[in-house]
């Protein structure tokens, strides 16, 4: 598989002289932790699990060495549509030893999804499960095999498989080790594929190195070691779970406690039981773990770092945090494309950690350009965010196109996220460029709205979206989930928006009271679904 967006050489001799390209695998850091604490447990997972370094290593020798003896080795893409469990993790390991390439996929895809992901990035293995949450997954796979015809193997996770598929505990029996494969920093180990916006998914080549940089910076940034024990809420088989649930764990040699279907008692108990100390995650789940009724009776003392993404921080929120949790969040960006673009450090000012996304990771920059991407504008302008570095992916599998469509080639990644800087480098996203709502030609920031309506004592969550309306182009629904059931009403909206000194023609045209936001796996609110939902309602 070859980089269509390589960074230049320069870059790439600048990024290995300055050290923040190493040449090193995960499997390296995987090998060091079992030398090192072999007893220690590696992995805990929701079907009652609990993996040492010890046990992991020696499925993943079995693992590599059998997958080799079915033809599957270096280059080839493997995918993993697995839940939460510590297969995903294990077979992604033995990919890394034989010089495969892991594509992790939700367990909640479907032929549409599937369908077009695995045909194109030539899928040549799948892990699946055999009936998860009432879906026959082999059904599935079944009906899409004969138009796949690269996919040589479907392994089901399952005691008792389908005879016509291959049994995933027969690459678990013991055989002779292979070596491992010489991994170069610049291949490719990581295939996300992400759909975004667009009809069709864009597979995000990772190195070993863009993927290091990522779990080996936020580690020195945060402080953390081998002591740490990350909960994992979000699923493994999207980039968020993938590279910090699993990749973070191993590159730090600490513990990973998997947690499945979402519920806020189970993850206080986790995090108490399992004295978890961090977590990355989409901002929603924070308010939830607060809200949480049982959330008194746990001791969570242990749980140091809650690093937000994808939603601002409400400073109301942080100071509960801390106040009821003892844990400190972080903001940050990133994407598919760049794992994280920007972050705070733990002992940041408040003013910085809360109302703004952070600032550039060490050794990469950030900047704010124009409609054009052709200058970079000044302190406080509101442009499209780009990012430059060693965290970079390498560009879209096969789509040299939407590649150029994003990486420029002097090595800049545009993110689509239209943000200010300040005058230290922070940057606060303040939406999508197609998450503005075009009022009669005056443009109105959805996530400016957002972030006011969220001061409200009485608002827990809220999304704004656009509606379409004959006369003006679009107006906005503000969608809110209240405290406590309080009957948030109209005139109380447009009171607080009048008192923030909100102009009228930001003003939502319509409210809408939910008790839950529809959400993606990884926790971010699903805005066309609310379209949909007005759609619905209007008709």
């Given at each position: 598989?070859?980089?269509?967006?390589?960074?230049?050489?320069?870059?790439?001799?600048?990024?290995?002289?300055?050290?923040?390209?190493?040449?090193?695998?995960?499997?390296?850091?995987?090998?060091?932790?079992?030398?090192?604490?072999?007893e220690k447990i590696a992995v805990i997972d929701p079907l009652g699990r609990r993996l040492s370094y010890a046990e992991m290593s020696r499925r993943v020798d079995c693992l590599a060495a059998n997958m080799a003896a079915r033809g599957i080795g270096a280059g080839d893409v493997?995918?993993?549509?697995?839940?939460?469990?510590?297969?995903?993790?294990?077979?992604?390991?033995?990919?890394?030893?034989?010089?495969?390439?892991t594509n992790p996929l939700l367990p909640i895809y479907r032929q549409k999804e599937l369908s077009y992901i695995l045909k194109f990035a030539k899928t040549a293995a799948v892990f699946i499960p055999n009936h998860y949450r009432n879906f026959d997954f082999p059904a599935m796979y079944r009906e899409m095999r004969a138009d796949l015809p690269d996919l040589r193997h479907v392994f089901v996770v399952d005691e008792?498989?389908?005879?016509?598929?291959?049994?995933?505990?027969?690459?678990?029996?013991?055989?002779?080790?292979?070596?491992?494969?010489?991994?170069?920093?610049?291949d490719v180990t990581a295939l996300i594929f992400t759909s975004g916006t667009e009809s069709t998914p864009k597979g995000v080549m990772h190195s070993h190195n863009t993927c290091m940089y990522s779990t080996l910076t936020m580690a020195s940034l945060l402080g953390l070691n081998a002591g740490d024990v990350i909960w994992m809420a979000s699923p493994v088989g999207h980039g968020t779970g993938f590279i910090w649930g699993i990749r973070q764990a191993i590159t730090l040699g600490g513990t990973l406690v998997l947690q499945d279907i979402w519920d806020v008692e189970e993850a206080l108990h986790l995090i108490e039981a399992e004295r978890c100390s961090f977590t990355l995650s989409a901002t929603p789940f924070v308010s939830m773990l607060l809200e949480a009724p049982g959330l008194a009776e746990h001791d969570l003392s242990s749980f140091r770092i809650f690093a937000c993404a994808g939603a601002p921080i409400p400073e109301q929120v942080g100071a509960a945090a801390k106040d009821k949790i003892g844990c400190q969040l972080i903001g940050m960006w990133g994407m598919s494309e760049c794992y994280v673009g920007t972050a705070s450090g733990p002992d940041e000012p408040v003013e910085k950690l809360y109302n703004t996304d952070g600032r550039a990771m060490p050794g990469c920059a950030a900047a704010i350009y124009d409609e054009d991407r052709s200058r970079q504008l000044a302190v406080g302008e509101v442009g499209e965010l780009a990012a430059h570095g060693p965290h970079v992916a390498l560009g879209y599998f096969n789509d040299p196109e939407r590649t150029r469509g994003a990486f420029a080639d002097d090595g800049w990644l545009f993110s689509n996220d239209l943000a200010t800087m300040d005058e230290d480098g922070y940057i606060r996203i303040v939406g999508r460029k197609k998450d503005i709502i075009n009022r009669g030609g005056l443009k109105v920031s959805a996530r400016e709205i957002e972030e006011l309506l969220l001061k409200h004592p009485a608002i827990i969550q809220t999304a704004l979206v656009p509606i379409s309306d004959a006369r003006l182009g679009e107006r906005s629904c503000a969608y809110v989930i209240t405290r406590d059931g309080h009957d948030f009403t109209f005139d109380e909206m447009t009171d607080y928006l009048d008192a923030a000194g909100v102009a009228r023609y930001k003003y939502p045209e319509h409210l809408a009271l939910l008790d839950e936001m529809p959400m993606t796996p990884s926790g971010k609110i699903q805005k066309f679904k609310l379209v949909e939902m007005f759609e619905n309602a209007a008709d």
């Open positions: 598989m070859l980089a269509e967006a390589m960074p230049t050489p320069e870059d790439a001799a600048r990024f290995r002289r300055d050290g923040f390209w190493t040449d090193q695998t995960l499997v390296e850091f995987f090998d060091a932790a079992v030398a090192r604490d072999p493997i995918a993993i549509q697995l839940p939460n469990w510590a297969e995903t993790a294990t077979v992604h390991m033995a990919a890394s030893r034989i010089g495969a390439i008792n498989p389908p005879a016509d598929f291959e049994a995933f505990s027969e690459l678990e029996t013991p055989c002779d080790k292979v070596a491992d494969h010489k991994a170069e920093g610049d």
